[in-house]
């Protein structure tokens, strides 16, 4: 487990290794017992530039994301080669995205959870995907399927708007019994996006989410899912919200999704709004960087050194160097929240915007499961004299969140292609030095 951001504290960490007492803690584990899972609709992001017209004729709506039937896709990726639009193909799924790019930050075990080809020939989507993705990142449960896994058209329109149109294949034919309940079990955190209840009825994918989600109650895993686009959450919002209550501790959305969910078009306030239902929410606004809300411990709240920030909550950072926990582990809970400007200020030129928020989200999953591994190698440290789900203070998470983005602004895929920089020494100096 590579630590999200050193430290110059107390708490420095990984352990140092010259330490006698706790060089020995370490050694008695050296596997590592750490991990995330998630279930996702295995796809292949097949990116083209495409102008408007091309998005009205095959019945798609810009910035949604679609599902097409084979005959459209078909016809699609006929025009897409034949006028030779296609500029990129990489593999893709937001929570595949989200693994991949966890195992790359954490250097550390992700388990994806979802369907593949059973037979794969060099060259295919399924070998692509494959290829694609982070030897962390265990593939070792995935379903077998004897057809093609999904397709992701990503259309780009001129004005940068990106439209999803998704061929499925058989990505939604994850059985219920191929989620393995001890990988579930020992995870940190279960990771879901919102796409996935997005199945035909007779498909078993829903089956399969409810089945993993039910084993992450019974063993108290946190259940963390990502909303995809406003587009899937506009159409049911009630029910969306009882689902989150009913099943959902951590939310990831951005502030579109936020105002589609909640009727708040202030990501602050529905960042707020949304703390009624899970226990964690991680918010990006784009342009206007990213927000966290959560719970803590009255009597363990930090004051922050930052500026007081204005908001529709006044002054709604003041404690946001504290650590976040569930509401239900908390006496006396009371809700945090923090913000920050995007990283330098975004980078020059941005590359490509899509998967900014998975990326943002990768680096959350990889506090939390960082504060899982340090309570198994120092269980005893004052870190974990309550059962906080980060490592870090909130302020902390959007700092290393916010880089991540960055980062994957700055590149054409939505999976980071290597970790942050070694030199960054301290994140809080690199951010704050230019
Ligand atoms: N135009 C921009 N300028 C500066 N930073 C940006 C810009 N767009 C995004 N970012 C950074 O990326 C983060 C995530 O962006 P955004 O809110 O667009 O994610 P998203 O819509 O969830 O993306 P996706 O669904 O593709 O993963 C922001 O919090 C911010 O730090
Ligand atoms: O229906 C879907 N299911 C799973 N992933 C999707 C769907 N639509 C788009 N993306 C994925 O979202 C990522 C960017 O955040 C893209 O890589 C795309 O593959």
């Not at 913000?339 to 999953?365: F, Q, R, S, V």
Request: hydrophobic share 35%.
């Amino acid at each position: 487990m590579k630590f999200p951001g050193k430290r110059k504290s107390k708490h420095y960490f990984p352990v140092s290794a010259r330490d006698p007492l706790l060089a020995q803690v370490k050694t008695e584990s050296e596997q590592t017992n750490a991990w995330i899972v998630g279930i996702d609709q295995t796809l292949v992001d097949i990116e083209a530039r495409v102008d408007d017209d091309f998005i009205r004729r095959y019945g798609l709506s810009q910035g949604h994301s679609l599902v097409i039937d084979d005959a459209k896709a078909e016809a699609l990726y006929q025009e897409l080669t034949q006028n030779q639009l296609i500029t990129h193909q990489f593999a893709g799924g937001t929570i595949g995205n989200t693994m991949h790019n966890y195992s790359v930050l954490a250097d550390d075990r992700s388990v994806l959870l979802g369907v593949m080809c059973s037979s794969i020939t060099p060259g295919s989507y399924a070998y692509r995907y494959l290829c694609n993705t982070s030897s962390r990142t265990d593939l070792n449960y995935l379903q077998g399927v004897d057809g093609a896994i999904g397709r992701c058209f990503t259309l780009i329109s001129d004005n940068g708007e990106r439209t999803f149109a998704i061929s499925p294949g058989m990505m939604n034919h994850l059985r219920p019994e191929s989620i393995p309940e001890a990988v579930i079990a020992g995870a940190s955190a279960l990771v879901l996006s919102a796409y996935l209840v997005r199945c035909a009825p007779e498909e078993p994918m829903r089956d399969a989410t409810m089945q993993a989600i039910a084993y992450a109650k019974k063993h108290n895993v946190p259940v963390v899912i990502t909303l995809g686009t406003r587009y899937v959450i506009t159409e049911q919002a009630q029910w969306w919200q009882d689902f989150l209550r009913d099943n959902v501790d951590i939310l990831a959305m951005n502030e579109e999704e936020g105002e589609a969910l909640t009727g708040e078009s202030d990501p602050l306030l529905a960042a707020n709004r949304a703390l009624d239902w899970v226990d964690l929410v991680l918010c990006t606004a784009g342009p206007v960087g990213l927000f966290m809300a959560g719970y803590t411990e009255d009597e363990n709240k930090r004051k922050t050194q930052h500026p007081l920030l204005p908001g529709a909550i006044a002054e709604f950072n003041q404690y946001e160097f504290s650590r976040a926990m569930r509401q239900n582990d908390c006496v006396s809970p009371v809700r945090v929240f923090s913000h920050i400007a995007p990283y330098m200020g975004g980078p020059e030129k941005i590359m490509n915007t899509n998967g900014a928020g998975d990326g943002a989200l990768a680096a959350l999953l990889h506090d939390i499961t960082a504060n899982n591994y340090h309570r198994q190698q120092v269980p005893n440290s004052s870190k974990h004299s309550r059962t906080w789900l980060t490592y870090s203070s909130l302020a902390q998470v959007c700092k290393y969140a916010n880089r991540v983005s960055y980062q994957v602004l700055n590149q054409h895929s939505p999976r980071l292609t290597r970790g942050l920089p070694e030199r960054e020494d301290s994140l809080e100096e690199a951010y704050w030095e230019r």
